[in-house]
């Protein structure tokens, strides 16, 4: 991977003069090299990465992972399902799976029943459908290399005789 790329990945807030120290290149290479990987598309944004437990300004959100198994179309096979599919707000992610199922989809609600409702009207209804299977989020440990557990440090306690 691009070195430059890497750095963004780690940390998006880093600055092209710090970037450019730790590449040892110029201010300005790196601001035309980011430029020219937002332009081609490579860089598609840039976000803050937000642990779930401790965010309190958004409220709670449940989330659930969908296995989806579908029929491919004629003409467009698995994509123009897919694009009727992530086009709904609710869902956040979707992807092309081998396996079992063809689809996964992360679907986010305010709670169970919002997800529940997504699913039974609006998922499920969609014509090539066959199929879905849900697992809903209950921890985070780790995502997209980001640890949300703290180990917790713990001290032995002294044994007496």
Do not use: W
């Not at 750095?7 to 201010?27: T, V, W």
């Amino acid at each position: 991977m691009d070195e430059l790329l890497r750095l963004l990945q780690e940390n998006a807030r880093y600055s092209n003069q710090e970037l450019a120290h730790m590449l040892g290149s110029s201010e300005g290479d790196i601001k035309q090299r980011i430029q020219k990987l937002e332009d081609d598309g490579v860089i598609l944004k840039f976000s803050a990465v937000i642990h779930p437990d401790k965010n309190t300004h958004l409220g709670g959100q449940v989330q659930a992972f969908i296995e989806v198994e579908v029929r491919p179309e004629r003409d467009t096979g698995f994509d123009g399902i897919a694009e009727r599919i992530y086009k709904f707000p609710e869902v956040k992610s979707c992807f092309l799976m081998s396996g079992g199922y063809d689809l996964l989809v992360l679907v986010e609600g305010k709670t169970l029943q919002d997800v529940a409702q997504f699913i039974s009207e609006k998922l499920s209804t969609i014509d090539h459908v066959k199929g879905t299977r849900t697992h809903f989020l209950l921890k985070r440990y780790k995502e997209n290399g980001n640890l949300f557990t703290a180990k917790e440090k713990t001290e032995r306690l002294a044994v007496s005789a």
